[in-house]
């Protein structure tokens, strides 16, 4: 084997290596995500709030602790040395930064409220994902379903 092809090889193995570290990761807090879950798909946690955004009640700024929640365990669940993507990050800042409600908002609502929600649907789609490919996967895949792509892509392992 080349050297050149040897040092392609090392740096497939090591992105494999974190792919399989973060399965593992998944997988030690199955619970807590599953848990998580099921607060971020429920009536208050899902229904409610998004509901709350269409009709214009302040009760959509509780979004932002529900998705501080999840980003704090999906950042708890990066292979060591890995952060959450930038794009991720970027999302969260606008979305989930702790703005609270003031009266002037509601002239111009979709600008302050709709990042929240944006926020939200991410993080819970990252949710899902670590709990459906946590549950379903036994070894990182070679093959990538496009969910478990995401999850790579959102630790920068892909």
């Not at 501080?68 to 990050?89: D, I, N, T």
């Amino acid at each position: 084997m080349s050297a050149a092809n040897e040092k392609d090889s090392s740096r497939q193995d090591a992105r494999f290596r974190k792919h399989d570290e973060l399965l593992a990761n998944i997988k030690a807090k199955l619970t807590q995500l599953k848990a998580l879950l099921e607060t971020a798909t429920s009536h208050w946690g899902y229904e409610d709030p998004i509901y709350r955004f269409y009709y214009g009640s302040f009760k959509v700024y509780l979004l932002q602790d529900q998705t501080r929640e999840v980003a704090e365990l999906l950042r708890s669940l990066a292979p060591a040395g890995q952060k959450l993507c930038s794009e991720f990050e970027e999302i969260l800042a606008s979305g989930a930064s702790g703005k609270t409600f003031e009266l002037e908002h509601n002239r111009e609502w979709t600008k302050h409220t709709r990042p929240m929600v944006e926020a939200f649907l991410h993080a819970k789609y990252f949710l899902e994902m670590a709990v459906k490919y946590g549950t379903e996967l036994e070894e990182a895949p070679n093959l990538l379903p496009s969910g478990w792509a995401a999850l790579l892509c959102l630790y920068g392992v892909r």
